[in-house]
């Protein structure tokens, strides 16, 4: 089965600079990959996902993620963090039939004024 | 679309009742998806449908945990009876082929 590990398990960085959250898969095949944010007191919402072709996607409030295959890692980004994106971020890998589907352990990050 | 929408947002019991929590997903989403986050455990999925049929339920705690699926736009997760242990934030989510899982922003259960 699908296993995925978020090494960090809090990050904290000042407004305006780079960010980027650390997500490895394990998956026999092409995996499908997520990554979800978090709110306080909400669900998850999805911010990208990667299925296949171009390594480099782009999701939504300005991030994006890049598939290493072998790195075994999808790992995202966002070129200047905002004091709105304080969240915990989950990544996810899917088998190809997507109904069973692992989250990591979520990172939390806190933003810096 | 409202999204997934979960009820009720937070929920106070009594150790030893029943509680009983409601989803409706999205319309035309055939997949959906209950799961308990908690900080110990993170997100656990407990239970999945496809096409209102339980497809997968290993992850049910135990026996006082049922979850039911009666038609497309409604599901229940139910505990009976409860216990402090059980206390925890509970999502649900719906999803259609390959497009990742939307979620609802769950409900807080609280067992004292």
């Known amino acids: 089965a699908q296993s995925v590990t978020q090494p960090d398990i809090h990050i904290t960085v000042s407004e305006g600079a780079s960010l980027e959250l650390r997500c490895n898969y394990s998956?026999?095949?092409?995996?499908?990959l997520f990554w979800y944010v978090q709110s306080p007191g909400q669900g998850l919402q999805l911010l990208l996902k990667?299925?296949?072709?171009?390594?480099l996607v782009q999701g939504i409030k300005g991030f994006e993620a890049e598939f290493k295959r072998s790195q075994s890692s999808f790992n995202l980004r966002k070129p200047s963090v905002h004091w709105s994106d304080a969240a915990e971020y989950f990544c996810?890998?899917?088998?190809?039939?997507?109904?069973?589907?692992?989250f990591g352990a979520g990172t939390r990050l806190t933003v810096k004024p | 679309d409202a999204g997934v929408i979960q009820s009720p947002r937070h929920e106070v019991t009594e150790m030893g009742q029943e509680v009983t929590l409601r989803c409706k997903p999205i319309?035309?989403?055939?997949?959906l998806f209950w799961y308990r986050q908690t900080m110990m455990r993170g997100l656990e999925l407990l239970i999945y449908?496809?096409?209102?049929?339980?497809?997968?339920d290993s992850g049910m705690p135990e026996d006082r945990f049922s979850a039911k699926m009666p038609n497309a736009s409604f599901s229940t997760l139910k505990i009976q009876p409860s216990e402090p242990r059980d206390s925890a934030v509970y999502f649900c989510?719906?999803?259609?082929?390959?497009?990742?899982?939307?979620f609802g922003s769950g409900t807080r259960l609280t067992v004292v």
């Open positions: 996810a890998v899917g088998a190809h039939n997507n109904n069973d589907m692992r």
């Open positions: 998956y026999g095949a092409t995996p499908y």
């Open positions: 990667y299925f296949s072709g171009d390594t």
């Open positions: 319309s035309g989403h055939n997949s």
């Open positions: 449908f496809n096409n209102n049929v339980p497809i997968d």
């Open positions: 989510a719906s999803n259609y082929g390959f497009e990742g899982y939307t």
